[in-house]
């Protein structure tokens, strides 16, 4: 359902008007989202040169399907859904653990929450200190310092 809403404005040194139409759309309860924090996916991908083609299809895919708290699809599952043959999404997998865009802690994948976050805040604080990003705190923490 859609709210539409008219407004209109006047330039006060041209006193030119303008009409505005905003299209209000009400949020569907139940979908997917994620927060992508854009400064620090951009330092990831300037790291991460050595990252494949493929890698970067799976990331998308990835971030696309993170579940609370970041877990991400295995990479069976991964596999499957996208086509492509398991070696190869394991490869993946390993450049992104490497570039610290994902993380492996027992047995499972999940996101790096420096990359993004689908979760709490308090749940946020928890993660990043209880996951394997060493570089990532590390930095974190410097850049606090300044």
């Known amino acids: 359902m859609r709210d539409i809403k008219h407004f209109g404005m006047v330039d006060l040194d041209t006193r030119q008007e ?11 309860m139940g979908g997917k989202w994620v927060r992508v924090f854009q400064d620090r996916g951009k330092e990831l991908l300037q790291k991460a040169a050595g990252l494949h083609g493929q890698s970067y299809r799976i990331l998308l895919f990835l971030t696309m399907e993170a579940d609370w708290n970041n877990s991400v699809p295995s990479t069976a ?3 499957v859904r996208l086509r492509i043959k398991a070696p190869n999404v394991s490869r993946a997998y390993k450049e992104l653990v490497q570039a610290e865009f994902l ?9 790096s929450p420096f990359y993004c ?3 709490s805040p308090a749940q946020f604080q928890e993660t990043i200190q209880t996951m394997p990003y060493p570089k990532m705190i590390e930095a ?4 606090a310092g300044r």
């Open 18 to 28: 303008y009409g505005i139409t905003v299209v209000a759309l009400r949020p569907r």
């Open 77 to 79: 599952s991964t596999a």
């Open 103 to 111: 993380a492996k802690k027992d047995g499972l994948y999940y996101l």
């Open 117 to 119: 976050w689908k979760g």
């Open 140 to 143: 974190r923490a410097i850049d």
